[in-house]
């Protein structure tokens, strides 16, 4: 089936600049991607929000609006919420027929409404919990462009050897002519795709809540397939999904890139300190690492009391290590006060904790983390700002714990487990009713042990050469969806460990890939969440990109890319004053960075 690309957008790009459409009536087509929410019990807001959140982190700019009117003045519409009869009016229903049938593109998750069944082309949807897999049986969708390899081509959305139920999926019967691009391991139909009229409207048998929030608080009935040192994009393939619609049909797309310095991919290096070989290691690490002009960050345990695990290995004979690798310009964070197995069973205790009342013997998340930072900010007079439990253990009241003690970032995750690739904000508490954390969470994707909790080594003089290969083919991958990797290795051994990391850098680095410490990527993060451009026209009515900032307060490391046309100009970039900003500009076959200063 040819893919029609949408009659209703109205922001092209002609002759050698832009001209875009006159001041928007009731009726005018705008630019850009809607997101028609729709419902308002606790299960629809969920979905709302997961959407949205899929939508910032692609660095997607979206009108969010209940009015079905305004969303379907745009070519492309994302339905938020599960479409029931209930949902919307006749007339309602009515607007999304015709602004499909007219050349508009919809998209909807869970369709069980019959009222929508002829638009999306289904003759029976049915809810179940028993699909664990799901397979993508078309490649040559547009929507799929960035669903290339196997691992993505298969998803997990949960293990079928714990777990009896997994997460809530719509099953799809459809009508003749109705394209099926993914099934589930039953052969239901999961994702379609219906051409009604001269537009399309898909249909997911997936919520966005269940496939990419939910897992990030460790509530995806165990869908990684591995812990560590895999490419896991059960998670990532549905935003993936969502900024490939609006490539194809936003024109020109517009986004906030995912990579610091406008690069295609980041490898960021991190080391664990927590044993006391680890300290001095440190060093040869900082220097081997600084002899090839990149930084990482050292997540340091203060462990400086004697138990029945260890001694207490932080020390002041081996702190002076630690000072060396801030005298070389290296980033040092918390690892936490005891690198506890039992870390998830704290409770969260008092914040008003310090290292002088601290009872180890009865440890809490809250000394945990503020004595920790305590301790690191007296001996290396700075303001701790990254933690790292030990074993990756997430508690439920983490990040809020970290939050109110001053932290900023936090890498406590796998990637695997929470099924994303990408940094993110996380929730105060492990629970979608919770208020958004300000941390950014950075998940580690690499690691020079299983993470199992018995410490099978995954890197070992004898396995360099696999875990090079390993980690270099999930490094390309991530790049291939411009996401970022996170490495973990512990400084124990300046043998083998050591070359092997010298190994991976050289391999890799290159002028399209960023490689720093997790702080960078983190700040970089916070700082993209506060751009919000928009394309229009400038006052001197030319198209152009303005920003919501004014240039002397943009976040550094920032890129703005913007779909490359054949004889059209590179639009200018404006701050919130109006003002043009300079930008560097870098060119690919079908996009535009646009570096901000």
Request: charge should be negative; glycine fraction near 8%.
């Amino acid at each position: 089936m040819e893919v029609k690309r949408s009659l209703v957008s109205a922001a092209l790009w002609l002759f050698a600049g832009i001209t875009f459409c006159q001041a928007a009536t009731s009726s005018t087509p705008m630019w850009g991607v809607a997101v028609l929410e729709v419902g308002s019990n606790p299960d629809a807001r969920h979905e709302q929000l997961a959407l949205r959140d899929c939508l910032e982190l692609m660095g997607i700019p979206y009108l969010a609006t209940t009015n079905v009117q305004e969303a379907t003045r745009r070519p492309l519409v994302f339905i938020g919420g599960i479409l029931l009869n209930t949902e919307l009016s006749a007339p309602e229903r009515e607007t999304l027929y015709a602004y499909v049938e007219h050349g508009g593109v919809l998209l909807a998750t869970q369709v069980q409404g019959n009222e929508f069944f002829p638009l999306f082309g289904i003759t029976r949807a049915t809810a179940s919990r028993t699909n664990f897999r799901l397979q993508f049986t078309s490649s040559d969708d547009p929507a799929l462009r960035y669903v290339n390899r196997p691992e993505e081509r298969t998803i997990s959305l949960g293990d079928p050897k714990l777990y009896s139920e997994t997460i809530w999926s719509t099953e799809y019967v459809t009508s003749p002519g109705t394209r099926v691009l993914a099934s589930y391991e039953n052969r239901a139909a999961a994702l379609i795709v219906n051409a009604y009229g001269r537009g399309l409207a898909y249909a997911l048998g997936l919520g966005f809540k269940e496939t990419t929030l939910a897992p990030r608080l460790a509530r995806s009935f165990e869908a990684q397939r591995h812990w560590i040192n895999w490419f896991e994009p059960s998670g990532d393939v549905f935003r993936l999904f969502l900024r490939a619609l609006y490539e194809e049909n936003v024109h020109p797309f517009l986004l906030v890139h995912t990579v610091p310095e406008g690069k295609e991919t980041g490898l960021c290096l991190s080391h664990d300190v927590d044993a006391r070989e680890s300290f001095p290691n440190s060093v040869a690490f900082a220097k081997m690492e600084a002899s090839l002009g990149v930084r990482s960050t050292f997540f340091v345990t203060t462990k400086y009391f004697a138990d029945d695990t260890d001694i207490g290995y932080y020390s002041p004979e081996r702190v002076k290590w630690i000072r060396q690798l801030k005298e070389l310009g290296f980033e040092v964070a918390s690892h936490s006060v005891s690198h506890s197995l039992l870390f998830e069973g704290f409770p969260v205790g008092s914040p008003n904790v310090t290292a002088s009342n601290y009872d180890t013997k009865h440890p809490t998340l809250f000394g945990e983390v503020r004595v920790s930072k305590q301790i690191l900010d007296r001996d290396l007079n700075q303001q701790t700002t990254g933690f790292r439990s030990g074993y990756l253990i997430y508690p439920s009241d983490l990040l809020g714990t970290l939050e109110a003690s001053g932290y900023s970032f936090d890498s406590s995750v796998s990637a695997q487990w929470v099924l994303t690739n990408y940094p993110y904000f996380g929730f105060r508490k492990r629970s979608l009713d919770s208020e958004h954390s300000q941390i950014v969470v950075v998940p580690v994707a690499l690691d020079d042990s299983r993470g199992e909790l018995v410490m099978r080594e995954f890197l070992t003089a004898a396995t360099q050469q696999e875990a090079l290969r390993t980690w270099t083919d999930v490094i390309r991958a991530n790049a291939e969806n411009n996401a970022i990797t996170c490495l973990l290795i512990h400084p124990t051994d300046i043998t083998y460990k050591l070359e092997t990391e010298r190994q991976l850098i050289e391999a890799n680095r290159g002028s399209n890939i960023w490689i720093g410490d997790v702080g960078t990527v983190a700040r970089f993060w916070r700082g993209r969440a506060q751009l919000q451009p928009s394309l229009g026209k400038g006052s001197d009515g030319r198209g152009a990109i303005t920003l919501n900032l004014k240039q002397a307060d943009l976040p550094s490391g920032q890129t703005l890319v913007i779909e490359a046309t054949h004889g059209a100009a590179v639009p200018r970039v404006l701050d919130a004053t109006g003002q043009p900003i300079p930008v560097r500009t870098r060119v690919t076959k079908d996009r535009v960075f646009l570096l901000l200063p």
